[in-house]
């Protein structure tokens, strides 16, 4: 079964959102925090964002994983900061995840990007470990007071 990576388009976005909230669920036990957020809008803006980009992984004509990362205000033209990536929970450990990480450097590596960082929920051990298993490196040591641990990515220069 085939993985397509491509751009998200905004009519996406529902799709998007109900993913994000499967994925979500797997790392809060007790359940997600409690929120009002309407997930299609914010998806929506994400997609339409100036300077943003969000990759949809794509099985079978359904979204199965998706990546939103962009160079956040104030940072290094040369750096990106990876804000969400999921992969649907029925499909972990079937190549989609690594599919669109790399689909993810390919695209950082083409746009200059040296360095990535992204912030992952310290109690999302999987996920951590998915991304030590691509190159990411934990910035600190030790646990902290805070709900997450930053991890860095030093783009790999092109073959």
């Not at 409690?34 to 803006?45: N, Q, S």
């Not at 300077?51 to 104030?74: N, Y």
């Not at 029925?90 to 993810?104: E, K, M, N």
């Amino acid at each position: 079964m085939p993985t397509v990576i491509r751009s998200a388009l905004t009519a996406d976005a529902p799709a998007l959102a109900a993913l994000h909230t499967r994925a979500r669920a797997t790392y809060y036990p007790e359940g997600l925090p409690d929120g009002a957020v309407d997930g299609a809008a914010m998806w929506r803006a994400g997609i339409e964002r100036r300077g943003g980009h969000v990759l949809c992984a794509v099985r079978e004509g359904r979204i199965v994983g998706l990546a939103s990362f962009r160079t956040p205000e104030g940072e290094a033209a040369d750096s990106v900061t990876l804000f969400q990536f999921h992969v649907d929970p029925d499909h972990w450990r079937a190549g989609v995840g690594a599919a669109l990480h790399a689909a993810c450097v390919e695209e950082w590596r083409a746009d200059g990007i040296r360095e990535a960082s992204l912030d992952v929920h310290r109690e999302n051990r999987r996920a951590q470990a998915f991304y030590v298993r691509h190159g990411w490196r934990p910035e600190e040591a030790g646990e902290s007071a805070s709900t997450h641990l930053r991890m860095r990515l030093t783009v790999p220069a092109g073959e």
